[in-house]
């Protein structure tokens, strides 16, 4: 099963740390990383990787369609193709 999700949505002010108190209740966060441009600004896109494909999974169904600061969250499993 899976444990790496994409985030989609969120304030263009989070920061990693942010990102990372989101998920926390959910479980261990292994790793964040928020998606930016050239200029170093929020594409409002991350990805995050729990310890534990459960805790990914309850992660995704609480959170998916949430609002955060007024902002819907889409929250999609991580998938490896390459080329798109």
Do not use: C
């Not at 304030?11 to 989101?22: A, I, N, R, W």
């Not at 609480?62 to 902002?71: A, D, E, P, V, W």
């Amino acid at each position: 099963m899976q444990t790496k999700l994409i985030v989609d949505g969120f304030p263009s002010s989070f920061t990693e740390q942010d990102l990372k108190v989101l998920l926390v209740p959910f479980g261990s966060v292994l790793s964040v990383s928020i998606a930016r441009d050239p200029q170093g600004e929020s594409l409002r896109m991350g990805q995050v990787e729990m310890a534990l494909p459960e805790e990914a999974k309850q992660a995704k169904e609480k959170l998916h369609l949430s609002y955060i600061q007024g902002k819907m969250l889409l929250v999609f499993w991580q998938t490896n193709e390459t080329g798109k």
